[in-house]
């Protein structure tokens, strides 16, 4: 077994030049198949933020894997019981969220890892091992799961080289939201200052020869990320773009209908 995700960020001939992602929100296995198709390479399959169970995540999951585009699931906390479960149900790319310390991206590793690498608890029937079906699962699993830490404060980003160091993180993924919230700039994701630290994060995380991603609200934001040197970038999210596009329409028409209106139709 290969990881589709680690293949996909040594690919150098996308159609932007690097992979671009996006957020799946909506917790609807429609929608998710629809952003397959609509050209994303990869999404990001979010429990921290959405009221996804895990039977929601394998349908999802399900639906993702009839497109080109590559799930990353995000679990909603650093639990070994929790990750364990999610594995089982066939996720093969996770990102941990406000990792913090190498201790913790080394619990994060652990609860990812069947031993000796890991303490995974080991189940004959899954469908991550396709129930059964794929030869020696327990001795290649490890090598077919990627492990995505999330750094998301100052304090994480002072320690960005050490995380980014732990065997087993295979990337860092910088979440500019919380990061700008605890840097005192909540809600303004572009503040000068955040776009700084970032920039100093991915030169850290480079220095620990890992690659990072991050995500931007619209494209001017991807671009001045991408300037700054990430490896792989979302934008928005499917509620995002869809309620984006909503406002856009709306806004047309009703002012449409003053233009009208106002020339006595």
């Known amino acids: ?9 040594a690919q150098k001939d996308l159609p932007a030049g690097y992979p671009v992602g996006s957020w799946v929100m909506s917790a609807s ?6 952003m397959g198709c609509a050209g994303f390479d990869w999404a990001v399959v979010d429990m921290e933020h959405t009221p996804l169970d895990m039977m929601e995540v394998i349908h999802l999951l399900q639906a993702i894997a009839g497109t080109p585009m590559l799930p990353i699931t995000r679990v909603p906390w650093n639990d070994t019981v929790l990750v364990k479960r999610v594995l089982d149900a066939g996720a093969q790319t996770l990102m941990f969220p406000f990792v913090q310390t190498v201790e913790e991206a080394k619990k994060a590793v652990a609860a990812a890892k069947y031993p000796p690498q890991g303490v995974r608890g080991m189940a004959a029937m899954s469908r991550g091992s396709r129930f059964g079906t794929v030869k020696d699962y327990f001795k290649v699993a490890n090598e077919a799961v ?54 100093e994060g991915v030169k850290a995380c480079h220095a620990a020869g890992k690659p990072v991603g991050t995500v931007g609200g619209t494209p001017e934001a991807v671009a001045t990320y991408r300037a700054s040197g990430f490896d792989y970038i979302g934008v928005a ?3 995002g773009l869809m309620m984006r596009n909503c406002a ?10 003053i233009k009208i209106h106002s020339q006595g139709y």
């Open 1 to 9: 077994m290969q990881n589709p995700f680690k293949t996909l960020l």
């Open 29 to 34: 296995p429609v929608v998710a198949e629809a």
């Open 146 to 199: 990627s492990v995505i830490v999330q750094i998301e404060t100052p304090e994480a980003m002072s320690r960005m080289k050490e995380i980014a160091s732990v065997e087993g993180v295979d990337s860092v993924f910088i979440g500019p939201g919380d990061l700008s919230g605890a840097m005192g700039h909540v809600g303004n994701l572009m503040h000068p200052d955040v776009v700084a630290l970032m920039a």
């Open 237 to 239: 999210s499917d509620l």
């Open 248 to 257: 856009a329409v709306l806004s047309t028409i009703r002012q449409q209908d």
